[in-house]
């Protein structure tokens, strides 16, 4: 790295409110004035341009994408005794949303190439389980991994032969597309998380759940805050304290106003990336009909040492890289008990081969090339 060459962000945030300007300091103002910060006015505005993206009848803005996950799963009564299958490599919340509410997380291996949850053992993982008799299967996550859709035609027609519910942990994929229908709509309720890195990422955490079912949205809001009924202090069901503030709204609703630009931006980089080291390392393998939101661009060396000395060349060259996952759930110390013993061999491959490099939408050219010419070495 030159003296000039400043290393490059794996998320720049600073570059990203110089970029939203005014519109963001509006937004915010706004609130400052009117003071509603919980539930405020903007709330229902986000929720309604969400919903308005995908075409989806109802949007519910909640406190996270974990919690999220948790108010779905509360709202189907998941609890001691069920099954919830989820692929083995994924972040760590779609597992511990089931343990925390009494339920097993069923691990599932994934695709080699997609990374996404593999139907043809999903269905193999359901039929053992009924056959043990332990657990009850009640529902499916399927995860949008990276920002590439899941294989919802499969995971429908699995949901349904079976009768489980079916859920989309859509945490790093709003904005995506799959056959040209944004992604919202492909289960019966989809969570969405406004972490800083994500896509759609607001200035602190916060989440959505989306979904066409009037009856389940309701319930959601109930769910959100404390089990309310019809009045404030009418406590219907068990629930939680899990609203989105108005002030990560209000920062939404400016970065919405960006959105389209900044997928463009990550699919131009993305491109230029798998143009750029197509030759050097395993590039990502495009989901079939599908536009990638492009959370995680994740390449694949050809065995851990290569990966050491790959991260270390980039960072020598003030390039950042990270590592998702390096450790499957079924793995995780928290989360080896509660696994069953089966074989997850692509979920504990990848981990050991994949490597992240920077692809959010305030990387300049001249750095997109730097990361590049730094991959190829
Ligand atoms: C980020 C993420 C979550 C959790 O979202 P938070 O808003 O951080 O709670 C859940 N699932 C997946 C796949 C994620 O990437």
């Known amino acids: 790295m030159s003296a000039a060459e400043k290393p490059v962000a794996f998320l720049d945030l600073a570059a990203q409110q110089k970029r939203l300007g005014p519109v963001l300091k509006q937004r915010v103002d706004a609130?400052?004035?009117?003071?509603?910060?919980?539930?405020?006015?903007?709330?229902?505005?986000?929720?309604?341009?969400?919903?308005?993206?995908?075409?989806?009848?109802?949007?519910?803005?909640?406190?996270?994408?974990?919690?999220?996950?948790?108010?779905?799963?509360?709202?189907?009564?998941?609890?001691?005794?069920?099954?919830?299958?989820?692929?083995?490599?994924?972040?760590?919340?779609?597992?511990?949303?089931?343990?925390?509410?009494?339920?097993?997380p069923v691990f599932v291996d994934v695709d080699p190439d997609t990374f996404q949850i593999d139907p043809v053992h999903l269905r193999a993982r359901i039929k053992a389980v009924r056959q043990a008799g332990r657990l009850t299967p009640r529902a499916i996550v399927g995860v949008d991994l990276f920002g590439q859709p899941a294989p919802w035609a499969e995971l429908r027609s699995i949901a349904e032969e079976e009768g489980l519910f079916l859920l989309s942990d859509c945490a790093q994929a709003f904005g995506a597309a799959l056959n040209g229908r944004p992604l919202g709509r492909e289960a019966v309720a989809t969570t969405l998380s406004f972490f800083p890195s994500k896509p759609l990422g607001g200035y602190g955490d916060g989440g959505a759940i989306l979904t066409d079912d009037p009856e389940r949205a309701e319930l959601y809001r109930s769910l959100r805050t404390h089990g309310e009924g019809k009045t404030r202090y009418q406590v219907m069901r068990t629930g939680m304290n899990g609203r989105l503030d108005t002030i990560q709204a209000a920062v939404l609703l400016a970065k919405l106003d960006f959105f389209k630009e900044d997928l463009a931006r990550r699919e131009h980089v993305a491109r230029a990336y798998d143009t750029g080291l197509k030759e050097h390392v395993q590039v990502p393998v495009r989901v079939a009909d599908s536009a990638s939101a492009w959370a995680v661009y994740a390449v694949l060396l050809k065995n851990q040492a290569e990966r050491e000395a790959m991260q270390a060349r980039l960072s020598a060259k003030g390039v950042p890289s990270a590592i998702y996952y390096p450790l499957p759930l079924h793995r995780q110390p928290a989360y080896q008990d509660h696994h069953d013993g089966e074989a997850l061999p692509v979920s504990d491959d990848l981990a050991t081969r994949i490597l992240a490099l920077p692809v959010h939408p305030d990387l300049t050219d001249a750095e997109v090339a730097r990361v590049i010419a730094a991959v190829r070495g």
Not at 74 to 81: D, H, K, L, S, Y
């Open 31 to 104: 609130v400052f004035e009117h003071c509603r910060f919980v539930m405020g006015p903007e709330v229902a505005e986000l929720e309604q341009r969400l919903a308005e993206w995908c075409g989806a009848a109802e949007c519910v803005g909640v406190s996270s994408g974990t919690d999220a996950l948790q108010i779905v799963m509360m709202a189907e009564n998941i609890g001691r005794g069920d099954a919830v299958f989820l692929p083995a490599f994924t972040y760590t919340a779609t597992a511990e949303v089931p343990l925390v509410l009494g339920a097993t």
